[in-house]
Structures are given as structure tokens and as C-alpha cells.
């Protein structure tokens, strides 16, 4: 009960900021000027649903870490987290409703973004909307942020808030447009043993974003990912997050305060 | 209200960075050739990302795959759960060898009128994105398309021969003749290219003659 509380406090204190009703107004002003000015393209507005969807996936990413990084310096700076735990909440549900608190926040400013994008797709006549693809992309945001909220939790109890969003937002870049390309480059290490070994074991630690951008399917009509495979990337996706706010929880125990 | 002054600040920044690349001469001069807010301000990365564009244009033709993408099937190694993440990345970014095709080919389109706008020097975009316009059945946009890039770039012969071909598909022979006359003119051995251009230009040039001269219609 503890932790729903602090969760809830998160959401309206975010609600309070104004930096996502600035990301929202200049989406909403992409789309008009997309759907106005006209650029070419034709009537199955790839070009137009690709451009908007990867600025609302990467506005999301940028609300979502600042946003989840801030939570526990804050408190502490604002001797906020003091008062909290001295209502008999312990260090971990606090750690646990802050996390929550701030993805709860980021999946609702998100799911604000997203209606952006299907009124647009419902103004160009575009009959994606039936796309089970679109709402697996949707679901895959959802969790990649609730990784993103996680993993910047776990770095703000070891680091400033500055630290925590810079690292986090690091190995999001990192593993969703790079990811692949490491891949590829530890298969290539052939006859480099331990080195390769080594190399993978960190690779497989890394928390995998690229597992959940699935634009370009959507975009060009590729169709929804296999069940199995949707399921466990999601699974992947909820299961790192309870690790690092797991992780995030334990370094804050032992935290002198 | 007691974050606003800051924000306001920062906002003047930015609008002042803005008008300056656009009023002041010295920052316009960064850039010559081209005078678009979005140039002056992001200075040589547009060249990156023009580049960008038209790859994009590539991405979009094999409907969303890039080279990456179809190298990705080779045997999984020795290592644990390398099969299971190689099939996520297979699954997750699609794979397959496929061509746009019909009206969808328009979504090209806009890659290219972006890639011109950040490097209006960037010849493979002006060439690809007229024969595109071209091909989606736009000829009238081709032509204009084709005829920025021969402004924007008066010296270059590929323009010229482009424009020139472009001409000759649309039976147009005597602008056909003057563009590719030119071209033989600008002609420079630059370019791997190069020298299959010259031929073109020849080949061209001789049938826009040969329809030319028994005639002797005069376009509209």
C-alpha cells in the first residue's frame, strides 16, 4: 500500500511539470505541419507514420529518464525521502513506489503522444489502426520504459541525478541502435576465446532495447511479430526491470542516509 | 512561475541563434549556396544527415530492410542463448527481400526532397529522386526536381545529362539536345562514372538529334 501511495504522488508531481505539454504542443504541430503541408508521399503515409512514431518513442525515452532519475535525488535533496520513511515504509517499497511512480508517469505522458498518432492515422484515412502491429509497438514502448524508469532508478541510487539520466539514456543509444552491430562483431571474434566469452557475458547484460523497436515492421506493413516471440520479448522486458529496481533497492538499504 | 525566467531565457537563446543565422552575413556565409534556416543552423551535419536521408530512401525501396538486416543469417556460434538473441534481432527487424511496388514506391519521395534541402551538393539525390518522381508517373515534378538541382549546381554535367535523358523520355527533343549538348561541354573524367556518362551523353545525343532534325517541330 505503501509503495501505491509514493507511486501516485510520482504521477502528480509530473503531471505538475510543463515539459511534457512542451514535447506534446511541438508533436501535435509536427503532425499538422506533416498533414498540411504534404511532401510527397502517397496515401500510405509510411513517410509521415515512420517520422512521427520515432519522434514519439524517442520524446518518451527523453520524458521518461530525467523523470525517473530525479524521483530519489530529489527526495533526498528535499529531505522528503526522511519523512516518507519515517511512516514506517520501508526503504525497498519506497524504492519500489518511486520506480513504479515515475513509469506510471512516463507510460501516461506516452500514451498521451500515442493518441497523437492515432488521430492522425485516423485523419489520413490510413486503416493501420487495425494493425495488430501498431499495438504490439505500443505494449513494446510501454515496457521499454518501464525498463528505462527502472534502470535510471538503479543508477540515481549510486549517482546524481545528472549521472543517472546521462548512463541511462547511454545504454538505451547504446543497445537500440547498436545493439546489432555488436552482435554481428562478437560473432566475428572467432578464435579469441575468453575474450569472446567475456564479450557475450557482457553483451547478455546489457539491457536490450532493440528487442522492442519494432517501427519498421509497422511502417511498412511487415505484420505483428509471431506470439511466442512478442510474449517473450515482453517477458524479457518485465522481468530485467524487477532485476534492476530489485538491485536499485538493495543498494539503497545499505545507503548511509 | 520561478523556473519561467530561465525558460525564457532559454527560449530567447534560441530564437536569437535562429534569426542570426539567417540575418547576419558572416553566419550566412558558413553555408553560400544555400540559405535554409534549418542549413544555417545545423552547419556541416546536414551534409551527415542528407547522407541519412538518402539512404533512408534506399530503406524504404527494400520496404524497411537494411544491409545489416539480410547479412543477419548466419549460423548461430557456440555460445549460449546466441541462437534465441539472433532470432530476436531477425523477428524484432524484418529480413526479407522485398521492393516497394506501385503507388507505394511515392514513399520514396520525401527522402529525397529531404536530402536536397540539407546538402543541396548531393547529385545522387537530385539524379535518383527525378528518375523516381519519373517513374511514379510525375513527370512535371521530375522536371522541376531535376531543374533546382541544375540550378543549385550549374557547373555539374550529371544534372545536365539527367535532365537531358529525362527530356528524352518525354519526347521534349530540343531541350533534350540543349541539356545534353551541355553536358558534353561541362563533361570532366571526375568520376569512376565518368566515362559510361560519356557514352550515354553520345547515345542520347544522337537519337534527340535524329528525332529532331526530320521534323523540325518546335516544342510548346
Known amino acids: 500500500m505503501g509503495s501505491l501511495a509514493i ?5 502528480l508531481e509530473t503531471m505538475r511539470r510543463k515539459e511534457f505539454y512542451v514535447i506534446l504542443v511541438l508533436i501535435v504541430g509536427l503532425v499538422a505541419w506533416m498533414q498540411f503541408l504534404g511532401v510527397g508521399a502517397s496515401g500510405a503515409g509510411r513517410f509521415a507514420k515512420d517520422i512521427v512514431m520515432q519522434v514519439i518513442w524517442l520524446a518518451s525515452f527523453g520524458l521518461a529518464a530525467p523523470l525517473a532519475a530525479r524521483q530519489i535525488t530529489s527526495d533526498l535533496e528535499q529531505k522528503t525521502a526522511y519523512v516518507l520513511m519515517s511512516r514506517s515504509v520501508h526503504r525497498w517499497q519506497y524504492v519500489f513506489g518511486r520506480a513504479m511512480g515515475a513509469a506510471a508517469a512516463a507510460v501516461a505522458c506516452f500514451a498521451s503522444l500515442f493518441f497523437v498518432l492515432v488521430v492522425m492515422l485516423l485523419v489520413k484515412g490510413v486503416h493501420s489502426l487495425a494493425d495488430a502491429g501498431l499495438w504490439q509497438a505500443f505494449a513494446l514502448q510501454v515496457v521499454a520504459l518501464v525498463m528505462l524508469c527502472a534502470i535510471a532508478v538503479f543508477f540515481s541510487t549510486c549517482a546524481t541525478s545528472a549521472g543517472a539520466v546521462t548512463f541511462s539514456l547511454l545504454l538505451l543509444i547504446l543497445m537500440r541502435y547498436g545493439g546489432p552491430a555488436a552482435l554481428s562483431r562478437i560473432e566475428a571474434m572467432v578464435n579469441q576465446g575468453f575474450l569472446r566469452e567475456a564479450a557475450w557475458a557482457v553483451y547478455l547484460a546489457m539491457p536490450h532495447f532493440e528487442f522492442f523497436n519494432i517501427t519498421q515492421r509497422v511502417v511498412h506493413g511487415w505484420g505483428p511479430l509471431p506470439l511466442g516471440l512478442f510474449v517473450q520479448v515482453l517477458a524479457y522486458g ?12 538493495l543498494l539503497f538499504r545499505r545507503r548511509w542516509l | 512561475m520561478d523556473g519561467w525566467p530561465v525558460r525564457m531565457a532559454l527560449a530567447g537563446g534560441i530564437i ?3 534569426l542570426a543565422s539567417v540575418l547576419v552575413p558572416g553566419l550566412r556565409a558558413a553555408s ?35 544491409g545489416g538486416n539480410l547479412a543477419g543469417n548466419r549460423k548461430p556460434g557456440q555460445l549460449p542463448l ?20 506501385g503507388d507505394d514506391e511515392k514513399e520514396l519521395l520525401p527522402w529525397f526532397m529531404v536530402a536536397v ?5 548531393h547529385m545522387d539525390a537530385w539524379r535518383d529522386g527525378s528518375y523516381w518522381f519519373y517513374r511514379t508517373g510525375d ?53 569512376q562514372d565518368a566515362p559510361f556518362d560519356r557514352k550515354a551523353i553520345r547515345i542520347y545525343l544522337n537519337d534527340s538529334r535524329k528525332h529532331l532534325k526530320p521534323s523540325h517541330t518546335r516544342e510548346s
Open chain 1, 7 to 11: 507511486a501516485r504522488l510520482s504521477i
Open chain 2, 117 to 121: 534541402r540539407l546538402n543541396p551538393r
Open chain 1, 238 to 249: 518485465a522481468g530485467y526491470s524487477v532485476f534492476a529496481i530489485a538491485l536499485a533497492a
Open chain 2, 32 to 66: 553560400p549556396q544555400n540559405t535554409d534556416v534549418l542549413v544555417q543552423v545545423m552547419g556541416g551535419t546536414t551534409e551527415l544527415a542528407a547522407e541519412k536521408a538518402y539512404r533512408d530512401a534506399d530503406v524504404y525501396l527494400h520496404a524497411g530492410v537494411t
Open chain 2, 139 to 191: 513527370s512535371h515534378r521530375a522536371e522541376e526536381f531535376i531543374s533546382d538541382g541544375v540550378r543549385c549546381n550549374p557547373r555539374d554535367y550529371r544534372l545536365y545529362l539527367d535532365r537531358g535523358i529525362l527530356y528524352h523520355r518525354l519526347k521534349k527533343w530540343e531541350s533534350s539536345v540543349r541539356d545534353l549538348e551541355t553536358a558534353q561541354k561541362l563533361w570532366k573524367n571526375s568520376s
Open chain 2, 82 to 101: 546466441m541462437g534465441l538473441v539472433r532470432r530476436l534481432h531477425g523477428e524484432t527487424a524484418p529480413k526479407a527481400h522485398r521492393h516497394l511496388q
Open chain 2, 16 to 18: 536569437s541563434v535562429l
